[in-house]
């Protein structure tokens, strides 16, 4: 399977962030979900790479940045690791793409952490209350039970979890990177530590503030998405001024892996109009 490598680092107050740049022009970050990683962004970085310059990170505790016991890894630290990132890397006014938790995290920034930005871009988002899959919800209220799971029933579980996400059927190869860094005794713990440290008051906070958005904003939402249903994005467009809603035909939460073409596509051109505008 081709990767998306990301070879360089960052020190955050949270460890070591892996991350990397791709491309040259107007400045995109990219900000993956849970239980995901900064790899689900291939597809759609091949494409706006032609004509932007797109950073791609792995929040803290997911893909290839640190794990460690004793870590935050809510919704509130990864809006403050982006800011963090977003300073360092001197980006003035990016435009910011979040999907599931990445989308709390890049409105958090802006929102909560005040980090100036050119426009906002949601992909099936975590930010309205409740939130959490039937599953993600079960391992929320008994964490240690399922830590002490076999790691190969682990496994198992997590691969039939993250299959629900998908509209089609995910192949081995990304079946197998989307769950090799929540294997071994570390990558367990790390699983069930992000869920242990679900943030719905992150959630509830943001809601408040959203009439309050002064930036373009525009929400992609899989027309299919199990995990986050369309109707929170329509409700998410009706509170922020002037946000526009694109619904993707045969995509579930992961849009970027169903229709890779369409969510490039579709974002190019809202990129475009968004950078037209001056």
Same mark, same amino acid.
């Given at each position: ?10 020190? +955050?107050? %949270? ?9 040259? #022009? ?14 689900? =962004? ?6 706006? +790479? ?20 004793? %870590? @935050? ?93 998908? @509209?089609?059927?995910? +192949?081995?190869? =990304? ?11 570390? #990558? ?91």
């Amino acid at each position: 399977m081709r990767e998306l490598t990301l070879a360089q680092r960052f020190n +955050s107050d %949270q460890g070591q962030i892996a991350y990397d740049r791709f491309g040259d #022009g107007p400045d995109v970050v990219l900000v993956h979900g849970t239980p995901f990683r900064g790899l689900i =962004w291939r597809d759609v970085v091949d494409r706006l +790479s032609e004509r932007f310059r797109c950073h791609v990170l792995d929040l803290p505790g997911y893909g290839e940045s640190d794990k460690y016991e004793g %870590q @935050e890894v809510r919704l509130r630290s990864f809006a403050r690791v982006l800011t963090a990132f977003i300073v360092n890397q001197q980006l003035e006014k990016p435009v910011l793409i979040g999907h599931d938790f990445g989308a709390a995290a890049v409105l958090g920034a802006h929102l909560v952490e005040a980090v100036p930005v050119r426009a906002i871009a949601v992909v099936d988002g975590v930010v309205l209350s409740p939130w959490g899959t039937e599953y993600a919800r079960l391992v929320n209220q008994a964490p240690e039970t399922f830590n002490a799971l076999p790691g190969y029933v682990h496994q198992a579980i997590l691969a039939a979890h993250i299959a629900t996400a998908a @509209e089609r059927p995910l +192949s081995t190869d =990304w079946k197998r990177a989307l769950i090799a860094p929540w294997m071994g005794p570390q #990558g367990q713990a790390a699983y069930h530590r992000q869920i242990q440290q679900f943030d719905f008051a992150y959630t509830d906070r943001l809601e408040t503030l959203y009439p309050a958005m002064d930036v373009p904003t525009r929400v992609f939402w899989g027309e299919c998405d199990q995990w986050v249903p369309p109707a929170v994005g329509r409700r998410l467009v009706e509170l922020i001024p002037d946000a526009g809603l694109t619904l993707l035909p045969d995509a579930g939460h992961l849009a970027m892996l169903d229709t890779p073409g369409l969510l490039a596509r579709e974002l190019g051109q809202w990129l475009s109009e968004v950078h037209a505008s001056g």
